[in-house]
């Protein structure tokens, strides 16, 4: 069931939802300037994923218990606030989910801009098929339905794949550009 107040709800989640994304973002990308310059990228990503990550896991804790006592109402409270309670919850639960998981990946996947900077070179295995799952995935995802987050994804593969083939004087500013 929907109503206002469930809508309310989601109006009051995204607040959270997006505190989170910053939060873990914003922290990522400080540890990626602290780091020094031969430093492996992926482990300076989770180290400041994993510095905040209690902290966002303990914000939506707290909030989801805080609604646990509405899924205990009956009536005409438990028809009026339950939809509000389990929307809030599963929008806060699934964004944890993202912003633990998806966001750390892409940012290695849009943050690391070149390995060759780094002073280490990767396969070009690895170079060559994470943007190819990306490109696949977002053609299936535009296919079944959400085509603008398939764009979105295959254009990040098609980042990846032309980022090593970019002019220096171009390549500096990939970040700016993704």
Request: no cysteine.
């Amino acid at each position: 069931d929907a109503n206002i107040v469930a809508l309310s709800g989601i109006a009051i989640a995204i607040g959270t939802m997006v505190d989170m994304g910053i939060v873990m973002s914003e922290n990522i990308i400080s540890g990626i300037a602290r780091a020094p310059a031969g430093a492996n990228m992926r482990k300076v990503i989770y180290d400041s994923a994993s510095e905040v990550g209690s902290a966002v896991l303990t914000a939506v804790a707290t909030t989801v218990v805080s609604f646990l006592p509405v899924f205990t109402m009956v009536a005409a409270e438990g028809k009026l606030f339950k939809p509000l309670a389990y929307t809030k919850t599963f929008a806060l639960i699934a964004s944890v989910v993202v912003a633990l998981t998806v966001i750390p990946s892409f940012a290695e996947a849009l943050l690391v801009i070149r390995k060759k900077a780094q002073g280490k070179q990767a396969t070009s295995r690895i170079k060559f098929i994470l943007p190819v799952i990306f490109i696949i995935a977002g053609i299936g995802l535009g296919v079944y339905g959400m085509w603008w987050a398939g764009v979105t994804l295959a254009l990040v593969g098609v980042w990846r794949l032309i980022i090593n083939r970019l002019p220096e004087r171009i390549s500096k500013h990939s970040p700016l550009l993704a």
